[in-house]
């Protein structure tokens, strides 16, 4: 990396299943006003914005155009990343070290409440001539990677009803998070089987709420805030779209963009290199087989980590702290941004009672939901 | 470039017509949470009444309003009512309706315009149709006012009024 790129600072309102006292735009603003009081910036010294959306969830096209004004961005450069929110950290990362800005910022929001059929919306993702006329729930794609998961490596549906429950638990120490709640191993498996082996319980309920990172280059990060949080690496790899030949049971692109990632923070043994992980748990087994991509843990050896206690918040791997998206909700392409807020508030030792001691290094890792197979990795550390 | 890349047969409008298709009505619904500035708008809408929001920090009255200001990045200040008259600001002439279709002979032009509302800043208005006006007479700078639909048809919505009139 040519130059270090640091976050200054992290604005964000949320994260609740409903949120109908604001519009989107003022919802943005909430956040955003947050982010710059707490670098101590306006949205004049920003150099360019980059907004993560995808225009179907918005509900109007060209949604990219109706970013700037919330963000103080009118006049200004910008553009939006039609992925992930940590796919547009990277992109934010990038236009730094390429010195094309000093200070840049990245915005992504949900207002999920206001979409009525979400399942509308993923199929319509699915090829029209191979895929879409099976006129199965989209969910099929999610039982189908979950079911060979279990086969290849020694997890159960009892061990992905347990990270619903650690989850959901955890949120509860969350303030911010929207779903916490006190379940059973029993309830979760006892749950609508939606896709089985997928039941309902076992995927993340949505949330409402916005992200908005400051990130700046290291003189500049120095001068506006007392610790910013340092982007060690960044990665991000999609696989094929093609359902009819993907590797169902292993996490490819997870692989693939760790390893980008780990090259560029020189991370050669993640699970004692990194502190904490928030990883994708946009269904239970996600997080399983993420820590098994991730290479956290041996292939297929997840479950057993989760049976000696490891992924707990008093564990050595401690694996969604924040609740993940199954606790928080899951966010749409701000999803990322949420482990990414949870890191940072770790890193800068912010998180009240969750907060994990002797923190330096996090992991977050995200993954743009059914039918995708594109995953995106960022590792943080606070020195 | 098609045939040295990917040899095939061209196909004729007609065979074109023939071919196997897969039509798709998705069905996208939203319910768009309208907030603070959008939901008082459209409330005051529905009395028969254009509501604006000011700023103290360029002096500015909003419309639409809106809750913060997008030049001072501001929280912005008060409820102001406005008129329901105005001026264009700039308009066009069509025939052709939203879904692409052609606007029958009997039927007259659609005249979107910009109507810089009196009481809003300058350049700050409301986007509508004109109508009980000849398109041949329509002038920028002319001055309009909304008519409105009877109350009992109001519903909260842009399409109360329902267009612009010279006045």
Same mark, same amino acid.
Request: aromatic share 8%; charged share 20%; with cysteine.
């Given at each position: 990396?040519? +130059?270090?790129?640091? *976050?200054?600072?992290?604005?964000?309102?949320?994260?609740? &299943?409903?949120?109908? $006292?604001?519009?989107?735009?003022?919802?943005?603003?909430?956040?955003?006003?947050?982010?710059?009081?707490?670098?101590?910036?306006?949205?004049? $010294?920003?150099?360019?914005?980059?907004?993560?959306?995808?225009?179907?969830?918005? =509900?109007?096209? *060209?949604?990219?155009?109706?970013?700037?004004?919330?963000?103080?961005?009118?006049?200004?450069?910008?553009?939006?990343?039609?992925?992930?929110?940590? %796919?547009? *950290?990277?992109?934010?990362?990038?236009?730094?070290?390429?010195?094309?800005?000093?200070?840049?910022?990245?915005?992504?929001?949900?207002?999920?409440?206001? @979409?009525?059929?979400?399942?509308?919306?993923?199929?319509?993702?699915?090829?029209?001539?191979?895929?879409?006329?099976?006129?199965?729930?989209?969910?099929?794609?999610?039982?189908?990677?979950?079911?060979?998961?279990?086969?290849?490596?020694?997890?159960?549906?009892?061990?992905?009803? +347990?990270?619903?429950?650690?989850?959901?638990?955890?949120?509860?120490?969350?303030?911010?998070?929207?779903?916490?709640? @006190?379940?059973?191993?029993?309830?979760?498996?006892?749950?609508?089987?939606?896709?089985?082996?997928?039941?309902?319980?076992?995927?993340? &309920? +949505?949330?409402?709420?916005?992200?908005?990172?400051?990130?700046?280059?290291?003189?500049?990060?120095?001068?506006?805030?007392?610790?910013?949080?340092?982007?060690?690496?960044?990665?991000?790899?999609?696989?094929?779209?093609?359902?009819?030949?993907?590797?169902? =049971?292993?996490?490819?692109?997870?692989?693939?963009?760790?390893?980008?990632?780990?090259?560029?923070?020189? *991370?050669?043994?993640?699970?004692? %290199? @990194?502190?904490?992980?928030?990883?994708? $748990?946009?269904?239970?087994?996600?997080?399983?087989?993420?820590?098994?991509?991730?290479?956290?843990?041996?292939?297929? #050896?997840?479950?057993?980590?989760?049976?000696?206690?490891?992924?707990?918040? $008093?564990?050595?791997?401690?694996?969604?702290?924040?609740?993940?998206?199954? =606790?928080?909700?899951?966010?749409?392409?701000?999803?990322?941004?949420?482990?990414?807020?949870?890191?940072?508030?770790?890193?800068?030792?912010?998180? =009240?009672?969750? %907060?994990? &001691?002797?923190? #330096?290094?996090?992991?977050? #890792?995200?993954?743009?939901?059914?039918?995708?197979?594109?995953?995106?990795?960022?590792?943080?550390?606070?020195? | 470039?098609?045939?040295?890349?990917?040899?095939?047969?061209?196909?004729?409008?007609?065979?074109?017509?023939?071919?196997?298709?897969?039509?798709?009505?998705?069905?996208?619904?939203?319910?768009?949470?309208?907030?603070?500035?959008?939901?008082?708008?459209?409330?005051?809408?529905?009395?028969?009444?254009?509501?604006?929001?000011?700023?103290?920090?360029?002096?500015?009255?909003?419309?639409?309003?809106?809750?913060?200001?997008?030049?001072?990045?501001?929280?912005?200040?008060?409820?102001?009512?406005?008129?329901?008259?105005?001026?264009?600001?700039?308009?066009?002439?069509?025939?052709?309706?939203?879904?692409?279709?052609?606007?029958?002979?009997?039927?007259?032009?659609?005249?979107?315009?910009?109507?810089?509302?009196?009481?809003?800043?300058?350049?700050?208005?409301?986007?509508?149709?004109?109508?009980?006006?000849?398109?041949?007479?329509?002038?920028?700078?002319?001055?309009?006012?909304?008519?409105?639909?009877?109350?009992?048809?109001?519903?909260?919505?842009?399409?109360?009024?329902?267009?612009?009139?010279?006045?």
């Amino acid at each position: 990396m040519n +130059r270090k790129v640091g *976050i200054v600072s992290m604005g964000y309102h949320g994260f609740s &299943p409903v949120t109908p $006292d604001l519009s989107f735009r003022e919802l943005v603003y909430a956040a955003a006003s947050k982010a710059y009081a707490k670098a101590g910036i306006g949205p004049g $010294d920003v150099d360019m914005f980059i907004c993560a959306a995808e225009d179907f969830c918005e =509900g109007y096209s *060209i949604s990219d155009e109706y970013c700037n004004d919330q963000l103080g961005a009118v006049l200004k450069p910008v553009h939006t990343v039609s992925g992930e929110y940590l %796919q547009a *950290i990277a992109n934010a990362a990038m236009i730094i070290q390429s010195g094309l800005g000093k200070i840049v910022v990245v915005e992504s929001h949900s207002k999920a409440s206001n @979409i009525k059929n979400m399942e509308a919306i993923h199929s319509f993702g699915l090829d029209p001539v191979f895929n879409r006329s099976l006129r199965v729930t989209p969910h099929f794609a999610a039982g189908l990677e979950m079911s060979r998961y279990m086969t290849e490596s020694k997890a159960t549906e009892e061990h992905c009803a +347990r990270i619903v429950v650690k989850n959901r638990t955890n949120a509860l120490s969350n303030p911010n998070a929207g779903h916490g709640a @006190i379940i059973s191993v029993a309830d979760v498996l006892a749950s609508d089987p939606v896709a089985w082996p997928v039941s309902r319980l076992s995927i993340a &309920p +949505r949330s409402d709420g916005c992200i908005v990172t400051v990130l700046a280059e290291e003189s500049v990060a120095r001068s506006l805030a007392s610790e910013p949080v340092w982007i060690l690496g960044t990665g991000w790899a999609t696989e094929s779209s093609t359902l009819e030949n993907r590797a169902w =049971g292993e996490p490819v692109s997870v692989d693939i963009a760790a390893q980008m990632a780990y090259k560029e923070a020189g *991370i050669t043994v993640p699970s004692q %290199q @990194i502190d904490l992980f928030e990883v994708d $748990d946009t269904y239970s087994f996600k997080e399983l087989q993420a820590l098994e991509g991730l290479h956290v843990v041996g292939r297929g #050896q997840a479950a057993h980590a989760l049976d000696e206690g490891r992924l707990g918040p $008093d564990g050595d791997l401690p694996t969604n702290v924040s609740g993940g998206s199954l =606790g928080v909700g899951h966010l749409l392409e701000a999803t990322g941004g949420q482990k990414l807020l949870e890191l940072f508030l770790q890193l800068t030792y912010q998180a =009240g009672e969750r %907060q994990i &001691p002797d923190v #330096q290094v996090g992991l977050a #890792q995200a993954w743009r939901g059914v039918p995708t197979t594109t995953s995106a990795v960022i590792i943080v550390g606070n020195e | 470039m098609s045939k040295e890349i990917l040899p095939g047969t061209p196909l004729s409008s007609e065979e074109f017509e023939k071919s196997i298709t897969i039509e798709e009505h998705p069905n996208l619904e939203y319910s768009w949470d309208d907030g603070i500035a959008i939901g008082r708008y459209l409330k005051e809408l529905k009395e028969g009444r254009i509501i604006a929001r000011t700023c103290c920090g360029c002096n500015r009255t909003m419309l639409p309003p809106r809750m913060f200001c997008e030049l001072c990045y501001r929280p912005t200040d008060e409820w102001a009512f406005v008129e329901d008259t105005g001026v264009v600001n700039t308009f066009c002439v069509t025939r052709v309706n939203w879904d692409a279709s052609r606007r029958g002979p009997d039927e007259p032009p659609l005249i979107p315009a910009v109507v810089e509302i009196d009481g809003a800043s300058k350049g700050m208005g409301i986007l509508h149709l004109l109508g009980e006006v000849d398109p041949k007479k329509v002038k920028i700078g002319m001055r309009v006012k909304a008519v409105w639909k009877p109350k009992a048809q109001r519903e909260g919505k842009i399409t109360d009024i329902k267009y612009f009139k010279p006045y």
